[in-house]
Nanobody
Framework: QVQLVESGGDSVPSGGSLRLSCAVS????????MGWFRQAPGKEREWVAV??????????RYADSVKARFAISRDNSKNMLYLQMNMLKPDDTAMYYC???????????????????WGLGTQVTVSS
């Protein structure tokens, strides 16, 4: 049974930092691209950051809205995915989800529709 479990969400003031974690089980983790997505109330789910199957491959991409503030990383030895979020803004308030995509594309997709496995999310709230 595939499971993705996010943690680390919290309420923080603007300018604060958080580190989200995602524990993955039930699949061969090294064969999957991973991504962080978020969804705010009344808005569509959007991609935040995606990463290749191995950090050594160097393929990580960030949405313009989080570039230079967020960093995605993975530990294939622990089946873990992380999102370090710095300089948080009220616009970052959302439910954050991790997702897994089998590596049948040349690079991680930016579309949520291409990710087959999802966690239940962790809430991030940033106050002004």
């Amino acid at each position: 049974q595939v499971q993705l479990v996010e943690s680390g969400g919290d309420s923080v003031p603007s300018g604060g930092s958080l580190r989200l974690s995602c524990a993955v089980s039930g699949l061969t983790y090294r064969n999957y691209y991973m991504g962080w997505f978020r969804q705010a109330p009344g808005k569509e789910r959007e991609w935040v950051a995606v990463i290749d199957t191995n950090e050594a491959y160097g393929t990580a991409r960030y949405a313009d809205s989080v570039k230079a503030r967020f960093a995605i990383s993975r530990d294939n030895s622990k089946n873990m995915l992380y999102l370090q979020m710095n300089m948080l803004k009220p616009d970052d308030t959302a439910m954050y989800y991790c997702a897994a995509q089998y590596r049948n594309f040349r690079q991680p997709s930016l579309s949520p529709d291409d990710y087959a496995a999802w966690g239940l999310g962790t809430q991030v709230t940033v106050s002004s």
